[in-house]
């Protein structure tokens, strides 16, 4: 690969993915699972063939089964299939870990696995088409103000739950493990909290200073049923705790977005997954 040949890395942190939401991973399984598998495989085989280091592969809560036992537990992560809408994404990032461990036991190739929960923060994408949860509601809210709208609508009943671990906290996790961690076993890395998205919707109401009404499309999926993780092992191994309050976090996306406003937002949109085909307003990863 030509990245590998110009850039010489000693180092490799992949990060790059195709992501969306609910609606996008509805609409896009195939271009989901086949583009992820892809990117993932041989971004790991040709930092193999060049002699890399060592490779940071970064993974998906999407991994995990659909009905695992709160908080995750990086063991956990082979006990079931995972969610339905989430599974051709989750399960493509997840070949990462197979590839890294098959690699480590064969040629020696060191590579570490890491499981972050829901990112969120300034620099998120906006788009209302293909954006995550927490930015998908602050444009609802934000729109709804600026047009004066009494209300907004959000996907399912609000009863799913998530966590969410802000972008520096998250920058942070994988530069700790980068220099610290060379071991086999997946890593989760997450806040340490857990919120119903009903909640949530409330709080990004607040924090945007929308007062209207937050309606449930109940004809809508939740996604998976719940989401946290436990972090005991990022601490333990590597010595990372999240440090920034869910409410400070979300101010400072919130300040960002309407600094920044949706051109800026498109720009990211295209930045992260490409073209997008459907709405949603739940999380994906």
């Given at each position: 690969m030509r990245l590998y040949a110009d850039a010489k890395p000693e180092i490799v942190v992949?990060?790059?993915?195709?992501?969306?939401?609910?609606?996008?991973?509805?609409?896009?399984?195939?271009?989901?699972?086949?583009?992820?598998?892809?990117?993932?495989?041989?971004?790991?085989?040709?930092?193999?063939?060049?002699?890399?280091?060592?490779?940071?592969?970064?993974?998906?809560?999407?991994?995990?089964?659909?009905?695992?036992?709160?908080p995750f537990k990086e063991d956990d992560l082979w006990e079931g299939y995972p969610e339905e809408t989430n599974a051709p994404y989750g399960l493509a990032k997840k070949m990462m870990l197979v590839q890294g461990q098959a690699y480590r036991q064969q040629y020696g190739f060191n590579a570490i696995h890491l499981l972050p929960v829901n990112l969120y923060g300034p620099g998120d994408n906006f788009d209302p088409e293909s954006s995550h949860v927490i930015p998908a509601l602050i444009r609802k809210c934000t729109d709804a103000i600026d047009r004066g709208a009494s209300e907004i609508v959000v996907w399912g009943d609000g009863s799913a739950t998530r966590e969410f671990l802000y972008v520096e906290d998250c920058a942070e996790a994988i530069a700790m493990a980068t220099e610290r961690y060379d071991g086999a076993e997946p890593v989760n890395i997450g806040a340490g909290f857990e919120i119903s998205i009903r909640d949530l919707a409330a709080l990004v109401a607040e924090s945007c200073a929308f007062t209207g009404r937050i309606c449930w499309d109940t004809t809508q999926p939740n996604g998976q049923p719940r989401r946290s993780l436990d972090t005991s092992r990022a601490t333990t191994r590597f010595g990372f705790t999240a440090c920034t309050p869910f409410k400070e976090g979300l101010a400072r996306t919130v300040a960002w977005y309407r600094q920044s406003g949706p051109a800026e937002a498109g720009r990211h949109r295209h930045r992260q997954s490409g073209p997008a085909n459907a709405g949603h307003h739940l999380p994906q990863k």
């Open positions: 992949h990060l790059a993915a195709v992501v969306g939401g609910i609606g996008a991973n509805r609409t896009q399984p195939g271009r989901f699972f086949y583009e992820n598998l892809h990117m993932g495989t041989m971004m790991m085989e040709h930092a193999r063939l060049r002699g890399v280091r060592k490779f940071v592969g970064i993974g998906t809560i999407c991994s995990y089964p659909k009905f695992t036992a709160v």
